[in-house]
């Protein structure tokens, strides 16, 4: 079955930084876009950060020159580098897979990032 697994989470002082790790198992992992998405209490959940099977990434506005996703095909992993943590970065971290042309896409568990002093 299909396994989206995320690490890397955690607590950092504002100005911090912190590495996400997205391991997936069950896909053909070179053939599925990958995004991290983020949800904050009492908001809607935001996508932050994609990037296609080839490399080609994309970002939200909020996040852009702070936030870096890459993947490893081989290693079947996204990884999402967030810079200069700021107190509204503070959220759980959703990992989401999808193939193009298909309807059903795959979610993580998600990593708790709180930014606070």
């Known amino acids: 079955q299909v396994q989206l697994v995320e690490s890397g989470g955690g607590l950092v002082q504002p100005g911090g930084s912190l590495r996400l790790s997205c391991v997936a198992s069950g896909i053909i992992f070179s053939a599925y876009d990958m995004a991290w998405y983020r949800q904050a209490p009492g908001k809607q959940r935001e996508l932050v950060a994609s990037?296609?099977?080839?490399?080609?990434?994309n970002y939200a506005d909020s996040v852009k020159g702070r936030f870096t996703i890459s993947r490893d095909n081989a290693k079947m992993t996204t990884y999402l580098q967030i810079d200069s943590l700021k107190p509204e970065d503070t959220a759980v971290y959703l990992c989401?897979?999808?193939?193009?042309?298909?309807?059903?896409?795959?979610w993580g568990q998600g990593t708790q990032v709180t930014v606070s002093s």
């Open positions: 990037i296609t099977g080839g490399g080609i990434s």
């Open positions: 989401n897979a999808k193939r193009r042309g298909f309807r059903n896409d795959y």
